[in-house]
């Protein structure tokens, strides 16, 4: 197996791994950096991580006994997978989607079954109610808004795959809050289905990696026996807590950066690209002429770095832009008007 990378090149504008481009109040900094001699460095941290849990908890208005937390949200799937995946046992995606379901899953030893999106990577509730009857998964995963392909999950998608599987359904939102859909509102004791999502987006601390997921009470025992002790360190659990202070703040840098994503959308359009809707921070994409790849490097000659997909399931030719600041969204579009005008695509 390879392991799951995303190039990290040496330039001007750096669009390609979905983090924010606004930072983090200046006065959540200057708390967390004032916790730092609060904290008894000699002393073990809060296993559990309870107040950091009853924060996010009273955010989703929910139970604590609710939330499971790890160091990012793709520790809370691989913690699922520990759970209820492994040998002998499907683990169920729909492709293209976040590459990193499929690699934990492979790492699990779990058996694992991909089964293609529409022909606009969108996905129907009769595809998903179709493939939970014929591999009855035990974990179902569902990315709402899909990455890389940004399109929120059709909510009768979510309903058919929680009715119509014997496992668990995993709703990943990482980037929920960039859209009009969340699956917090079907998450009860008496179902089981989850939803994970991150602190690296919308609340602006990728470099803390921290991320949670909001489902039944008895999931969440179940993850605490394949957590190791004291995964969580006392310092993230501070930062978590800290950053849950400042919603107001995290939902301005959200409007903005929707609204920068439809101009840049907007512009790219204009381009004579075949650019697909986006309800996240970042944007899919293909030239209509030409390859990928060269658009990537000419891009990359341009200063500008993007992610190229093609090597993905069903994603030939195609590159993912982040929503950037305005500027880097402006310099991006230069760029790429260049390569377009130029032929090198």
Known sequence: M???HSPQVDVDVRLNTNESPVEPPRELIDAIAAEVGEI???RYPDRRAGELRAAIGALHGVSVNNVFVANGSNEVIQALLLAYAGPQRTVLTFEPT???HSHIARITGSHLVNVDRDDDFRLSAAVVEDACRKHAPAVTFLCSPNNPTAMSEDPAAV???LAHTPGIVVVDEAYAQFSRFTALDLVRDDARLVVTRTFSKTW???AARLGYLVGPRWLVDD?????LPY??????QRVGVLSLRHVAEMERAVATIVAERERTAAGMAALALTVWPSEANFILFRPRHGSGRDLWNALLAEGILVRDCGSW??????????VGTPDENSRFLRALGNCVRDGRE
């Open 159 to 161: 309903s058919a795959a």
């Open 313 to 322: 399931p069903r994603l030939t030719n195609c590159l993912r832009v982040t």
């Open 40 to 42: 008894a460095w000699n």
């Open 231 to 236: 995964h969580l360190d006392a310092l993230k």
């Open 98 to 100: 976040y590459q990193l």
């Open 2 to 4: 390879a392991g799951y």
């Open 223 to 227: 993850l605490d026996i394949v957590t």
């Open 204 to 206: 602006s601390m990728a």
